[in-house]
């Protein structure tokens, strides 16, 4: 949870979930963030008014550029799925749940899996065969080709 706090404090971007306060009691972690009006791209993917070029086009420009942000930062999405991907009804995009995330400016011996089946990039996988795997935005960028496949 301190990962994940950490790191949501520390991104700004119009198309990623913001943080605003965070209230600890003795036995909860309260996280005041965003309201936002929309639905994950999945259960947008088969209704025929966003299966128009222009729309899917937008959508995936707008991701690429939240990775090139969050590459920028040096932080790893890790989740990256349909349903961590909202879309607003204003048609933009808004990223949530980085609670798999990592700063990948501290790189360490990484042994655990993360993602979600079907957006795992390989080198996930060989993460228990080789002794040191640094995650890096590849991962992100093999789940957005995914998500675009999917789209």
């Known amino acids: 949870m301190q990962n994940y706090i950490k790191i949501m404090r520390s991104v700004n971007h119009p198309r990623i979930i913001s943080l605003h306060e965070v209230y600890e009691t003795d036995d909860a972690i309260f996280l005041v963030m965003d309201l936002i009006d929309g639905q994950p791209l999945e259960s947008?993917?088969?209704?025929p008014a966003y299966r128009k070029s222009h729309i899917l086009v937008k959508m995936m420009r707008d991701l690429?550029?939240?990775?090139?942000?969050?590459?920028?930062?040096?932080?790893?999405?890790?989740?990256?799925?349909?349903?961590?991907?909202?879309?607003?009804?204003?048609?933009?995009i808004k990223l949530i749940d980085l609670g798999s995330a990592t700063n990948t400016n501290f790189p360490d011996k990484r042994t655990e899996r993360?993602?979600?089946?079907?957006?795992?990039?390989?080198?996930?996988?060989?993460?228990?065969?080789?002794?040191?795997?640094?995650?890096s935005n590849k991962?992100?960028?093999?789940?957005?080709g995914c998500i675009f496949f999917y789209l």
Do not use: M
């Open 114 to 135: 993360f993602g979600t089946p079907g957006f795992i990039s390989p080198e996930i996988f060989l993460c228990d065969k080789i002794s040191s795997v640094s995650w």
């Open 139 to 144: 991962c992100d960028v093999f789940s957005a």
């Open 64 to 92: 690429l550029e939240v990775l090139d942000y969050l590459a920028s930062q040096g932080i790893v999405h890790r989740g990256l799925n349909l349903q961590n991907i909202l879309l607003e009804k204003t048609g933009s």
């Open 44 to 47: 947008i993917l088969y209704r």
